[in-house]
């Protein structure tokens, strides 16, 4: 769906920013389409780390809600990774020391190659968001 939806977006001027699995997401789309991203927290394997929610979950926001976290869910996200960036110089990694969902050394790892802020504390959410917001505005060339 992402892919019909940005099919004719010009390629030299977007960008893609992402949060956790949109990180990974957004990691996905630069890689297809050759654009810049802005990749905050971004989950790196997801598919490993989301085996374990295979069945009936409830939701996060309202546990009344209840969900079915299938199996081919995570065949979906194994078929999206790739193994390396083929332009590092196109994505700008956030990464919070502290983020208590993912691990912050596989996400520096993976992006090490690339202009990123790493982050002393701070959390999954990069509350402290508003304070990067310059470096990523200059990173897209909108300051």
Known sequence: MVAQGIANWPRKSMAVVGSSLGGFYATHVAEQTGCRAVLLNPAVHPARDLTRY?????SWHNPQDRFFFKEEFVEELRCLEN?????????LAVIAKGD?????????????????????????AISDFADHLPAVLEFLGLN
């Open 100 to 124: 208590e969902v993912l691990d912050w050394r596989e996400m520096h790892g993976k992006y090490a190659g690339c202009p990123g802020l790493l982050v002393e504390g701070g959390n999954h």
């Open 54 to 58: 295979i069945g009936e979950q409830t």
């Open 83 to 91: 193994d390396a960036l083929t332009q590092p110089e196109r994505y």
